[in-house]
């Protein structure tokens, strides 16, 4: 993962995270369209603490890596908790709950549901996920990718490997003692 292997990467996605998981859930009064005082009230007691010791920033934290590194995060809620699925465990359904014609190549299809695959083994049964039980959290769209979101990272991974592979060269050609080994 770039994230683990490059020191501007990390750099970059800690100030994005630092940024991101400062923000708070909060409702807002419209006075004649307009946008009033904010406040709160036990429905947002989950988001607040979506887990056992958890914070509304841990949970940003936590989606936001998952949508810069996988696209997508899919929050789903059980009782008071929050969990978020694996992204590369999911398998979106689309169609629609009120065309059956619809499938999920109509540019009308929308996400009716998701398979979950623990583990990521798609022979064994898949959680399923109904609208109302998950979020869908993906901040860059993918061009090609109906419903779906896209890294961040996805453009500029060509350089990542660039520079790895310069980095490789620089360590084998020390390693040789700083000379060229023409075997």
């Known amino acids: 993962c770039a994230y683990q292997r ?3 990467v990390f750099a970059v996605e800690q100030a994005r995270l630092t940024l991101f998981s400062q923000a708070r859930f909060s409702f807002q009064h ?13 429905r947002l007691a989950p988001l607040e603490h979506p887990w056992a010791g958890a914070t509304t920033g841990d949970l940003l934290s936590r989606m936001l890596q998952q949508a810069d590194f996988a696209g997508d995060a899919f929050p789903v809620r059980k009782g008071t908790k929050i969990r978020l699925l694996r992204p590369d465990w999911v398998t979106m359904m689309l169609g629609s709950e ?12 929308e996400i009716i ?3 979950y695959h623990p583990g990521g083994k798609l ?5 399923v ?4 039980e998950f979020g869908h959290f993906a901040p860059v769209p993918d061009p090609l990718g109906f419903q779906r979101g896209m890294p961040w990272i996805v453009p500029v991974i060509t350089e990542i490997m660039g ?10 050609f020390f390693e040789n003692g700083a000379t060229v080994d023409r075997k």
């Open 6 to 8: 490059s020191a501007v």
């Open 30 to 42: 419209l006075v004649k369209g307009r946008p009033g005082d904010y406040w709160s009230d036990k």
């Open 98 to 109: 009120t065309d059956p014609a619809v499938d999920g190549t109509d540019p009308f299809a």
């Open 113 to 115: 549901g998701l398979f």
């Open 123 to 127: 022979d064994a049964k898949p959680e």
């Open 129 to 132: 996920y109904l609208p109302g």
């Open 163 to 172: 520079d790895e592979a310069a980095m490789t060269h620089k360590l084998k």
